[in-house]
């Protein structure tokens, strides 16, 4: 469906835009991946098979606003998420009401603009268009993962509210390696220097053959960090994303004794890479084992010119996860969300129809956690 926009009070520069609205169940990826494709510099965040690995996963249904002006285009993919039913029913809501989050990662609008004033345009024209089309179509609110390589947190985004969540950490491939190397915490040096004079060898496992031996340590890491249920994938998840990833998914291990110690999920297109999930064997720990296979992996990914390797950040701000990879490179990223609600009344009575259910010996919800009715 494409559309022009009409008369805009809040944002006149969408006059100026045409938008189509892709549901990736019902339209197929052909549509959304021609506008991929549209991007310069295109991140595997906003490719329609990241959404559909997501969607295989049960997290919700995908759509992506496709937004072009005369100076450029912006795509924003997000899931449509169901409410939990029984609450919409205590809250005398309709059934078939939802609400919106960014897939797990990061994204926001990924803007191509010829100037900052084409860039500004098209980011007004996306926030009208939401602020028409999300209550239209009976999605209460909006959870925005920003994404910080991109910055796009930035600029005037009618009707979202930005907070400043935490950081993440970034190698900057843009240096030569050796300046890599000197930018590392002394200490993280050391403990790869010491894993490559102890035989440890850093590998792509182009042919997967570890795959199932990665998922097992991927599992039994997120079990020694106690992540919540969510985060332990099942090996279906991480066949999907090779699978609907083709070519932009890379497993790299870490070998000792002939046996793997260490292994990490590399999602790289163009300039951005990410190192997406890792796992260890703890009964076969071998000290820098890790720290030497990040830093292949940014020259890996430095030599297929990628601009940035993304390491994310921790599960708390300052916690040990972010001052491990904050001791690979001093570039850190401010991470972003926004929020948005498009049916006040619908959120309030939710909200009123959670509380009224919710334990009174449950601990006090975060007051940051949005939509609030589902903590």
Request: aromatic share 10%.
């Amino acid at each position: 469906m494409t559309s022009k926009l009409g008369a805009a009070p809040r944002a006149e520069a969408a006059n100026a835009c045409e938008w189509a609205w892709v549901d990736l169940s019902r339209d197929g990826r052909a549509a959304w991946e021609v506008a991929f494709d549209d991007l310069p510099d295109g991140d595997v965040y906003f490719h329609p098979g990241y959404a559909e690995v997501l969607r295989r996963n049960g997290e919700g249904e995908p759509a992506c606003l496709v937004v072009r002006s005369r100076s450029g285009l912006l795509l924003f993919p997000f899931l449509r998420r169901p409410i939990d039913p029984d609450l919409l029913r205590s809250a005398g809501l309709p059934a078939d009401l939802m609400d919106v989050v960014t897939p797990y990662g990061y994204g926001g609008p990924s803007v191509a603009a010829a100037d900052a004033a084409g860039e500004a345009e098209l980011l007004a024209g996306y926030r009208h268009i939401v602020a028409q089309e999300f209550p239209r179509r009976g999605l209460v609110a909006e959870f925005v993962r920003f994404h910080p390589v991109l910055a796009n947190h930035r600029g005037e985004q009618p009707g979202l509210e930005r907070v400043r969540r935490s950081q993440t950490v970034v190698f900057d491939l843009t240096r030569d390696p050796e300046r890599l190397w000197n930018e590392m915490d002394p200490t993280a040096r050391n403990k790869a220097r010491r894993a490559r004079k102890g035989g440890v060898v850093i590998a792509e496992d182009r042919d997967l053959d570890h795959f199932e031996s990665f998922h097992d340590n991927y599992i039994e890491t997120m079990r020694r960090r106690e992540a919540a249920a969510g985060y332990h994938y099942p090996l279906e998840f991480f066949r999907n994303t090779v699978e609907d990833l083709r070519g932009m998914v890379h497993l790299f291990v870490a070998r000792s004794d002939g046996a793997i110690v260490n292994a990490a999920l590399i999602l790289q297109r163009g300039s951005h890479a990410h190192y997406h999930f890792s796992g260890s064997d703890e009964t076969r720990r071998v000290p820098g084992a890790n720290n030497l296979l990040l830093y292949e992996v940014a020259l890996w990914a430095r030599s297929r010119g990628a601009r940035t390797l993304h390491l994310g950040g921790g599960r708390r701000p300052g916690d040990t996860l972010f001052q491990f990879k904050a001791s690979f490179s001093p570039l850190h990223l401010d991470f972003w969300t926004g929020t948005a609600i498009h049916l006040p009344e619908a959120y309030e009575r939710l909200c009123a129809a959670a509380a009224a259910r919710r334990d009174p010996a449950a601990p006090p919800i975060d007051p940051g956690f949005f939509p609030r009715y589902r903590a």
